[in-house]
């Protein structure tokens, strides 16, 4: 059988025409992918950025409150207007530290970046009361770790929202 003539001239074209359309297919849908790849590293990044300076902006409040607290004798309480205020100037403090790059890129997937790291320094203080609770009632022996999770009492400054939460995190020791 002589295999020469299957192939002629015009199917040769046509079968390298299949070939360069099929490899053009592949390329292009290969640049697709690494862009949105890309694109959503950029958008990762951003977010582990925010997240580290709103962390990093609460403790710096909290580190201020704890100043004027020792500084009063421990007579210090805000008022909701007070607690707004100091709010917002860590949301400010967030959003100047933020560089026009993230905050472009992090624009791309939010209807309202304020709004969205307003939550999350809402979260990091409750956060960051957590833990300073967990540590003050560790320090005043009320935790010990041969304490029965039944047995553990809280200290009564602890507002109902951090007992509950300190009581749901206990639950998973």
Do not use: H
Request: charged content about 30%.
């Amino acid at each position: 059988m002589d295999f020469s003539n299957l192939l002629t001239p015009d199917m040769i074209d046509t079968l390298l025409t299949l070939i360069t359309i099929a490899l053009i297919f592949l390329i292009k849908s290969a640049s697709g992918y690494l862009k949105t790849k890309t694109k959503n590293e950029k958008v990762f990044a951003g977010i582990e950025i925010v997240d580290r300076a709103v962390i990093d902006a609460v403790k710096s409040a909290e580190q201020t409150l704890k100043k004027e607290l020792k500084q009063s004798n421990g007579n210090i309480s805000l008022t909701m207007e007070e607690r707004r205020k100091l709010r917002d100037s860590v949301v400010a403090s967030v959003m100047t530290s933020l560089s026009s790059s993230v905050t472009k890129e992090l624009m791309k997937v939010t209807d309202d970046l304020r709004s969205d790291i307003v939550q999350k320094v809402e979260s990091a203080v409750l956060d960051v009361k957590i833990e300073g609770d967990l540590i003050a009632a560790e320090m005043m022996g009320k935790i010990k770790q041969t304490t029965p999770k039944s047995n553990i009492a809280l200290p009564d400054n602890m507002t109902s929202e951090t007992k509950q939460a300190v009581s749901d995190l206990l639950k998973t020791f």
